[in-house]
């Protein structure tokens, strides 16, 4: 009830504004308007008259007089007079009052008409004063009176108009506003009521409420959508440790992982740095939308920096990035449950080129990755790589100068010098850097002309981690070989210029909690695929799935070429079974990137017109991004996965392929060059430039009885699960937190000095 009075009282006010507006422009327009026609009017009656007096102006009066009177006759005339040249009386109408009309008498000179509107006791009038000409001259003047005070009725009336249509309207909203909040809003409130009491229930709600689709609800749908997930994903962890406790497993969960970080940091903050930001702002149409970029260092750090209040520093990619910061460059995320902050930093197109694809993709990533591309490094792209680490350096110096013993998380190998920047300022701080691809052999990093320089910089960190043992045995031995320093093999640490460096393998992983981990009905799975099939058209029985960025390092030839040689020597799988490449594109201003793009998409072109027939295609290369959710129906409809890296950190495809197999009947096919091959021993391990025995295994996946893919893909979810994102995030940050950090008295005292102020 207190809605709709609200709710009618605006209305009415409104109502009342506008029609009150209405009316004095209304008013205000007729009031000229029947001004004007008077004065039109009154000069055309004087001007007709004067015709008639001229000649008789000489002669007697009483003919004028008789003139005058035959005049008054006409509507609204309120009289006239006639004066000779020296203002004399010589007719004037009956009834006039002679004050009336001795009203501005010009001097007979004069030969202009002039007219005027005035009140005269109470009364609204105009006059118009027109000479009598003869022979050219002014003889005299004629003045002619009107009553004008039908104007002011005729304002009056519309006024009176106006006042009764504001009371009808007035009253048809009192009556129809009840009407409209009881039948506009009564059903999307009861949807909503019906959807809130839903989730309230427990259900599985992943959209918002059935609200219509006008733009006054969006808002409202959109946050109840963000209440649903955000309820929801709490409910499942809540559950999620519930059953673990029940059960006494140790899987780790985002929520024992936001638990156990409160306990390590008690106040320190986290600061993560790297060259991809968490989220990104993006123009959109008209308005600026905010976007999550593929990215599995995302779903691992951010419960660190939600339970820790700290801050993420990355370079800004989306065009809307700076619409959207403070005056220091920082903006609260998530968006609608801000809990840390992102700092920008802002690098211009020149650095990006020389930093990001020089220095460390062209240079670094081939080095890193043994994939047969000869890395590249220019003098110019070093000095930006330089440039952009120190950047990135005062930026982290800024965020943690007064705070005492931060934890800084510098990840991936655009950053190798930032360790040592910081700790030579902050002694105090404790800083890690994760290396997320491979690290080489000591002879192949030596080709890098400022190895020393990236060396020097990493061991400034407290701790450097890898996926792979192997990865931190080459790094070692890459240190003994090109510095000098002290190597402990047996706490896998380097003593270097009076510190050491802990190296440490942390196998990183995907989430794997919560609905994932349970089983998927055959059903839904033949379903689910059954809309892939339409939605590509496909008729085939069998699917096979791979999912890459276009790079060179993924071995996406060699596993083309193995499907080749498949159908060539397993002709019965011809018009059975297909296999989707999804690959997104990467890096594409870079040449040999380019290059690449176009051999796969040949390729593939080449193999289909060999094989094609029937409506039937061997290949379908799907070369754009697609977000997690889209790739989701295609994992857990594909019978096998092929990850045939040459040479990968960990790929975590692999991982993502195995949590999203809940039916557990699917295979894995997996590079042993890739660094998850390490763990996950019951995929199908192969040497991906073995183009027949990777075809074999192909067949050899297909043909797997069910038994054997059921065991297979339950050992690998159960090491999936147990070896999950949240346990490689608790890992790194409890082996950082037992480092002990000693500040230098300088910092001591600064930061005293700050916590006094």
């Given at each position: 009830m207190r809605?709709?009075?609200?709710?009618?009282?605006?209305?009415?006010?409104?109502?009342?504004?506008v029609s009150l507006g209405v009316a004095l422009y209304q008013t205000n327009t007729e009031?000229?308007?029947?001004?004007?026609?008077?004065?039109?009017?009154?000069?055309?009656?004087a001007e007709n008259l004067e015709k008639s007096v001229a000649p008789l102006i000489k002669g007697p009066s009483n003919e004028l007089q008789q003139l005058v009177r035959q005049f008054a006759v006409h509507e609204r005339l309120a009289g006239a007079a006639i004066y000779d040249d020296h203002g004399h009386a010589l007719a004037m109408t009956p009834g006039l009052a002679?004050?009336?009309?001795?009203?501005?008498?010009?001097?007979?000179?004069?030969?202009?008409?002039?007219g005027q509107f005035f009140t005269f006791n109470g009364r609204f009038l105009h006059g118009v004063t027109v000479p009598v000409l003869v022979d050219g001259f002014a003889a005299g003047r004629l003045q002619v009176f009107h009553d004008a005070d039908y104007i002011g009725a005729q304002q009056a009336s519309l006024w009176r108009h106006a006042f009764i249509g504001m009371g009808v309207q007035t009253l048809l909203i009192l009556c129809v506003t009840p009407l409209i909040l009881r039948w506009g809003l009564r059903r999307p409130l009861t949807h909503l009521a019906v959807w809130l009491a839903d989730l309230r229930g427990g259900a599985a709600i992943s959209e918002g409420p059935d609200l219509p689709e006008e733009r006054t609800f969006q808002p409202l749908k959109r946050e109840a959508a963000r209440l649903a997930s955000t309820l929801t994903a709490a409910r499942a962890a809540v559950m999620e440790e519930a059953r673990l406790r029940a059960t006494a497993e140790a899987v780790w969960t985002s929520e024992r992982l936001r638990v156990f970080i409160q306990s390590k940091l008690k106040d320190s903050r986290v600061i993560v740095v790297s060259n991809r930001e968490p989220y990104e702002h993006r123009h959109h149409g008209g308005t600026i939308e905010c976007s999550v970029p593929a990215s599995g260092l995302v779903t691992a750090l951010e419960p660190v920096l939600r339970a820790s209040g700290g801050t993420w520093i990355a370079q800004a990619t989306g065009d809307a990035d700076r619409e959207t910061v403070d005056e220091h460059d920082r903006v609260r995320v998530p968006p609608g449950n801000p809990q840390y902050s992102l700092r920008r930093v802002w690098l211009t197109p020149e650095e990006e080129e020389g930093f990001y694809s020089g220095f460390a993709n062209e240079g670094l990533w081939p080095l890193c990755h043994i994939a047969h591309t000869r890395p590249t490094f220019r003098p110019q792209d070093w000095g930006h790589y330089v440039k952009v680490n120190q950047r990135f350096a005062d930026t982290v110096l800024e965020e943690i100068e007064d705070q005492p013993e931060p934890m800084v998380l510098v990840q991936d190998y655009h950053f190798a010098l930032l360790p040592r920047l910081i700790k030579s300022v902050r002694p105090d701080a404790r800083v890690a850097i994760f290396w997320h691809i491979p690290w080489p052999n000591s002879e192949a990093f030596g080709i890098c002309p400022w190895q020393n320089e990236l060396l020097t910089g990493l061991l400034g960190a407290d701790l450097v981690g890898f996926h792979a043992q192997a990865h931190c045995n080459n790094f070692l031995d890459t240190v003994d070989r090109a510095l000098e320093s002290r190597i402990d093999h047996e706490r896998f640490a380097v003593a270097r210029q009076g510190r050491a460096t802990?190296?440490?393998?942390?196998?990183?992983?995907?989430?794997?909690?919560?609905?994932?981990?349970?089983?998927?009905?055959?059903?839904?799975?033949?379903?689910?695929?059954?809309?892939?099939?339409?939605?590509?058209?496909?008729?085939?029985?069998?699917?096979?799935?791979?999912?890459?960025?276009?790079d060179y390092t993924k071995g996406l030839l060699e596993r083309l070429r193995a499907l080749e040689l498949f159908f060539e020597k397993y002709r019965s799988y011809r018009g059975r079974f297909t296999f989707v490449q999804i690959g997104a594109p990467s890096r594409t201003h870079i040449r040999r990137y380019q290059d690449f793009m176009q051999e796969v998409a040949a390729e593939a072109e080449r193999i289909n017109h060999r094989f094609r027939s029937?409506?039937?295609?061997?290949?379908?290369?799907?070369?754009?991004?697609?977000?997690?959710?889209?790739?989701l129906p295609y994992y857990r409809a594909a019978d096998?996965?092929?990850?045939?890296?040459?040479?990968?950190?960990?790929?975590?495809?692999?991982?993502?392929?195995?949590?999203?197999?809940?039916d557990e009947q699917a295979v894995l096919v997996l590079s042993r060059f890739a660094g998850a091959s390490q763990e996950l021993l019951d995929a199908l391990i192969i040497n991906p430039y073995d183009t027949e025995a990777l075809a074999d295994t192909i067949y050899r996946a297909l043909e797997m009885t069910p038994e054997e893919r059921q065991e297979r893909m339950a050992r690998l979810r159960s090491v999936v699960r147990e070896h999950n994102i949240y346990r490689w995030a608790g890992s790194l940050i409890s082996e950082l937190a037992a480092i002990r950090v000693e500040a230098q008295p300088a910092t001591r005292r600064r930061l005293r000095r700050a916590a006094g102020e």
């Open positions: 809605l709709s009075i609200r709710l009618s009282s605006v209305l009415v006010f409104s109502v009342m504004i009031r000229r308007g029947l001004r004007h026609e008077l004065e039109r009017r009154a000069l055309g009656v002679p004050a009336i009309a001795a009203r501005n008498i010009p001097r007979a000179q004069s030969r202009a008409a002039l802990r190296v440490r393998p942390f196998p990183i992983s995907v989430p794997f909690v919560g609905e994932a981990s349970q089983p998927a009905s055959a059903e839904s799975r033949h379903t689910e695929r059954a809309g892939l099939c339409r939605a590509n058209g496909l008729g085939t029985v069998q699917l096979g799935i791979g999912v890459d960025r276009v029937n409506g039937w295609q061997p290949l379908v290369f799907i070369p754009r991004h697609h977000s997690h959710e889209q790739i096998v996965c092929l990850v045939t890296s040459l040479h990968d950190g960990m790929n975590l495809v692999a991982k993502e392929f195995i949590a999203a197999r809940a």
